[in-house]
């Protein structure tokens, strides 16, 4: 039997040397190359972004509604604009295929902020279910809202599938149909003045 106190130091493990983040690492990477290095994580203060930046939802009460409708037609309009950049492109015997790749990036992209937009700001924080369910006007007009919006992710998502200009079309119908169902009739005058084209008359609140 050993008399006294036994002291055992580990021994000293040299770590490799940290490698160097770089701001465009995504916070995934971030993580796991802490982790496989044994050190915390440290403070990282900017990240590139990997799309349209979202609404804060805070929530802060800050909100750009008709903002948000002029942001989908411009999108929208981009959209088509790529399109028929990519017909005559491919259309062309001695065509750029640089240029034809980036306007099918660039086409999607857009295409992309609609959906995320649709997401991230209006089913997240805009459209309320009714908070009487027995109020069949309110639910009514709450299932038309998700049925336009749903109509809206779908029709961008064709709008990365094709190039039908059909699809943008019905991105700017839907986008209208909606705004009848969701603004005020002064907001939605604008809306019209703007982009109303063919399908000024769209649906009534």
Known sequence: MMSGSVSIRPAAVELPERPPLKHTL????????AASFGFA????TYLAPSGPAPHCQVPCGIY?????????MEDAATIEKGMQSIAELEGSADHSPNQLV??????DE???AIQERTASYWLAQRIKAP???????????????????HGITVAAMKCKQTTDTAHVETLRKLA????????SSEDLGHIREHHGG?????EHR
């Open 176 to 183: 209208l149909d909606f705004s009848a169902t969701y603004f």
């Open 64 to 72: 750009g509604d008709r903002m948000r409708i002029d942001m989908l």
């Open 26 to 33: 995504t916070p995934l990477i971030l993580v796991a190359a």
């Open 131 to 149: 908070k009487q369910s027995d109020d069949g006007k309110a639910r009514a007009k709450y299932l038309r809202q998700l049925e336009l919006m």
């Open 102 to 107: 980036r306007w099918i990036m660039n086409k």
């Open 110 to 112: 857009h295409a992309q």
């Open 41 to 44: 994580l440290p403070v990282v």
């Open 198 to 202: 063919e399908h000024a008359g769209g």
